[in-house]
């Protein structure tokens, strides 16, 4: 599961909410949307066809979108076809959602796959609230403006009642580009909300390790751990913090034997061009730093391939003792309020953390380092092994108040709320 849904599921089972989304299935034909109620919260779901996956999903999506929003414009590929079949899905969105609400409910859309909805929506004559809360970074407007359909896709977010954004950052990046469109466009309200998660959901369980963990951690032995968890994206930085460990190793040999670094990778993406090669040069790195300082009884780097659940990452989490959380740019990334969740407040592991990540705003104790230069993350990497434990404890406390201060019920709550306020103050504008 997503952290994005890790977060969202629940406040969402404590609403009367329904999760409107894609199946994971691809049929041909027109799509009929399947209500299953049992469920908390309860779903709806519909397939896409083979043709919109390639170009909605797999094309536009994570081939323009993704690579835009993040600021990477050498990774995008631009396709009238795709922007075509995005319009067409965002338009399927849309009308489903109008058979699950009322004219006056409040429909919350999520994420940069969606972004056509509300003007969607009021075209077939949808009166409610329409909210969105963009998970991703928003770029600066010379970036922006590489988007052969940028004011377009602009007019659209225009359309939604209440825009949210976790970072300040992000927020003025969207007015920019609001302001530079070439067109007048009417700025929605705004709001900066950072996505909170439950820390409950994160604190060990009095049970065993899992098998896994176990076996990684009798591998390991007294060894420092240093931990990171992505899923294997190129904007997550996983080569980056590889040579910075391999730097680490290169310049201060008093660690060989000493400290282990485990990455878990999810798969992500593999059917997409360009991520079949991130894997493999990740896996490449691994074996070459592996191979350089590896001995009989010591495997520096430890690669997982693989996802694990909450209760899972909850004990490799407590396990480790520094986590790299270093993206090359994130909208927000729960992992890194996921470990503060997870650790024991007697003696608490360190926070490397990114400064391009979202949650930087927010968990401004942790060592925030530049994942672009590799010796100065070498050198955090080293700061956060030799922090003494008052030090730990100080930093966490202070971690740990910045991420239980909201929880995802206060935080849909008060998107929720603001959401309401918007609509109203719209329509009284409109009267």
């Known amino acids: 599961m997503s952290g994005l849904a890790n977060a969202l599921e629940p406040a969402l089972g404590a609403s009367d909410g329904i999760w409107l989304g894609w199946s994971g299935r691809e049929e041909p034909g027109d799509p ?4 299953d109620a049992e469920r908390t919260p309860a779903r709806a779901t519909f397939h896409l066809r083979p043709e919109w996956r390639r170009h909605y999903q797999d ?25 075509n079949t995005y ?8 009308r489903f959602a109008t058979e699950l609400v009322d004219h006056d409910g409040v429909i919350w859309v999520h994420d940069y796959h969606l972004l056509l909805v509300a003007q969607s929506l009021r075209t077939m004559g949808y009166d409610g609230a329409v909210g969105l809360f963009l998970h991703a970074p928003f770029p600066e407007p010379d970036v922006f403006a590489t988007l052969p359909w940028g004011d377009d896709l602009l007019a659209a977010m225009c359309a939604f009642d209440l825009v949210g954004f976790h970072t300040d950052r992000w927020a003025d990046n969207f007015r920019a580009c609001v302001r530079a469109a070439q067109k007048t466009l009417r700025v929605p309200k705004i709001t900066v909300h950072p996505i909170a998660i439950d820390p409950s959901r994160f604190q060990p369980r009095p049970c065993a390790l899992d098998g896994d963990i176990a076996r990684l951690r009798n591998a390991v032995g007294s060894r420092r751990i240093v931990l990171g968890v992505d899923r294997l994206d190129y904007a997550k930085g996983i080569p980056e913090r590889l040579r910075a460990f391999d730097r680490l190793l290169a310049a201060k040999p008093e660690w060989h034997d000493r400290v282990c670094f485990v990455q ?10 360009g991520y079949a090669e ?4 990740v896996e490449a790195l691994v074996g070459r730093i592996n191979g350089r ?3 009989a009884d010591w495997v520096p780097v430890h690669y997982l391939y693989r996802s694990y659940e909450p209760v899972v990452l909850a004990q490799l989490y407590r396990e480790a003792d520094v986590a790299l959380v270093t993206p090359l740019r994130d909208g927000m990334n729960l992992v890194a309020k996921e470990f503060v969740a997870a650790q024991d407040a007697e003696n608490p592991g360190v926070l490397v953390l990114s400064q391009f990540a979202g949650a930087s705003a927010e968990l401004t104790d942790a060592i925030i380092t530049n994942p672009y230069h590799p010796d100065g993350l070498a050198e955090d990497l080293e700061r956060a092994l030799c922090m003494s434990r008052a030090e730990r404890c100080e930093r966490y406390t202070t971690l740990a108040a910045a991420v239980g201060r909201m929880s995802p019920r206060s935080w849909t709550e008060r998107f929720t709320c603001q959401l309401h306020g918007a609509f109203r103050s719209a329509n009284d504008e409109v009267q």
């Open 32 to 35: 009929a949307l399947a209500l």
């Open 59 to 83: 094309g536009f999506c994570n081939q323009a979108l993704w690579p835009l929003l993040h600021s990477f414009p050498s990774r995008v590929r631009y396709s009238t076809a795709d922007w």
């Open 87 to 94: 319009v067409e899905v965002n338009d399927v969105y849309a």
């Open 264 to 273: 878990i990778s999810v798969p992500s993406r593999e059917h997409v061009p």
């Open 278 to 281: 991130l894997r493999h040069e």
């Open 293 to 295: 300082y590896g001995e």
